[in-house]
């Protein structure tokens, strides 16, 4: 195993970036990414603790459910969910933040830096929400960077071609807990089914 722990030897495989490709690194959200945003149904949220240990969390709901509140700041509302809150936390002790959000089709996707800070105002709350129910909290992103990252990677993965996708993975949260003895295992079932029924009635 040859382990690259220089940044000489990084640039000797990977090369260096045209310095036109940096000049697409704004400050602020221009027309296009404001569009992309009120078109994405999905994003991805990275945040790291006071340890540095990084995590990733996807944010999803109707298309445009993050709302551009001006060319720097962005409102992620909060819904249902396992109430780890593990991304919540880490923003509480460190509010560096990164997102990408998704267009489902759009092989280019949009990468934003930013610092983050958790608003609970309940007239807020109320503006962002959904099938009835009040965001939780809103994450409040004050943007720093702002760019668009090319289609490669998807169009390496074929991402958005349906005729390429494999049969789907059932996954079982009852036998993730049951492995190291969370739950018994004739209760798998049960706790599984208690998870869908969610999916179509607590979202």
């Given amino acids: 195993m040859a382990i690259i722990d220089s940044m ?11 310095e036109l490709v940096r000049l697409k690194i704004h400050s602020s959200l221009n027309e296009t990414a404001r569009l992309f945003i ?9 945040t790291s603790g006071e340890d540095g ?10 298309a445009g459910f993050v709302r551009v509140a001006d060319d720097h700041t962005l409102l992620i ?14 923003i509480l002790k460190n509010p560096k933040v990164a997102l990408i959000f998704l267009v489902p089709g759009t092989c280019e996707t949009l990468r934003i ?5 958790l608003d609970d105002d309940a007239a807020l709350c109320q503006q962002l929400s ?16 702002v760019y668009f ?9 074929e991402l958005w071609l349906p005729e390429t996708w494999r049969e789907a993975i059932a996954v079982s949260f009852g036998k993730e807990i049951a492995q190291d003895g969370g739950l018994e295992q004739d209760k798998v079932a049960e706790f599984d089914a208690a998870v869908h029924s969610r999916y179509k009635t607590d979202l």
């Fill in 149 to 157: 990252h090319c289609a490669k990677a998807f169009l390496r993965a």
């Fill in 53 to 62: 240990r990084p995590q990733v969390s996807p944010k999803g709901d109707a």
């Fill in 113 to 117: 830096e930013g610092r983050a800070a």
């Fill in 8 to 18: 000489q030897r990084l640039r000797e495989l990977i090369g260096t970036p045209n």
């Fill in 77 to 90: 509302p909060e819904r249902k969910g396992n109430k780890l809150a593990f991304t919540l936390e880490n």
């Fill in 38 to 46: 009120e078109r994405s149904p999905m994003l991805l949220l990275a």
């Fill in 130 to 145: 959904a099938r009835g129910s009040p965001a939780l909290l809103v994450t409040r992103v004050k943007v720093n960077a």
